[in-house]
């Protein structure tokens, strides 16, 4: 498998601007994560999904922020407008609904700068 | 939510066992104790978890304590690819939420 996808991998934009980061989580995973990391706040839960449903979105920072899945092997990140502020490490990170081990895989991130 | 404890960093000499500490005074009986690193420039990436008892993989072993108020993630013989961010982190039984601090940032020498 080729692990969980992350599009793009660097994204520069100017303030007030909109952004879509991509996710394609690990085939056959139902449960799916989005991460934002900076280096004051290290690493944050955005929001999260199990079989396409979102379960907890309380750690989307405000209404600039939304997510969607679609379907089971595709999700987005979109902000609008962007603020100097989202400038950060976005991940997305994909596990398997059920059981007890909880072990979440990561993608390699999207830098977003916003200018 | 239950919080972790660690420090900011450690050291380590190449070949020989690490030993990264965490505190979880406040854990509830429920709470699954996970640990995972971060190597430089990527995502982060599953270390091991467990409940109460003492936990062995590929990777590592994980030390609980009998009040489960700590645990010790153990490097048996670290190597240079071993220098990471290391993240001890609680979640509770059903909720697959985690609540991530800072970790420990471990230094491997050669």
């Known amino acids: 498998d080729a692990g969980v996808i992350q599009s793009p991998r660097h994204e520069v934009t100017e303030m007030g601007q909109e952004v879509t980061l991509r996710c394609k989580p690990i085939?056959?995973?139902?449960?799916l994560f989005w991460y934002r990391q900076t280096m004051m706040r290290g690493l944050e839960l955005l929001i999260y999904f199990n079989n396409n449903v979102p379960i907890d979105d309380s750690g989307m920072p405000e209404d600039r922020f939304s997510a969607k899945m679609p379907n089971a092997s595709f999700s987005t990140l979109k902000i609008q407008p962007s603020e100097p502020r989202d400038s950060a490490v976005y991940f997305c990170?994909?596990?398997?609904?059920?059981?007890?081990?909880?072990?979440?895989?990561f993608g390699p991130g999207t830098r977003l700068t916003v200018t | 939510d239950a919080k972790t404890t660690q420090p900011n960093s450690m050291e380590s000499n190449e070949e020989e066992p690490v030993h990264l500490p965490c505190n979880h005074s406040?854990?509830?009986?429920?709470?699954?104790i996970h640990w995972y690193r971060q190597l430089p420039s990527q995502g982060p990436e599953y270390v091991i978890h467990g409940l109460t008892s003492n936990v062995n993989n590929r990777m590592a072993s994980l030390a609980i304590a009998e009040d489960r108020k700590s645990s010790t993630l153990i490097l048996h013989r670290a190597t240079l690819r071993d220098a990471a961010v290391y993240y001890c982190i609680l979640s509770a039984g059903n909720n697959r939420k985690l609540i991530w601090g800072l970790g420990t940032s471990l230094a491997v020498n050669p």
């Open positions: 406040t854990i509830s009986g429920t709470d699954y």
């Open positions: 085939s056959g995973h139902n449960s």
């Open positions: 990170a994909s596990s398997l609904l059920g059981g007890i081990s909880y072990e979440q895989y």
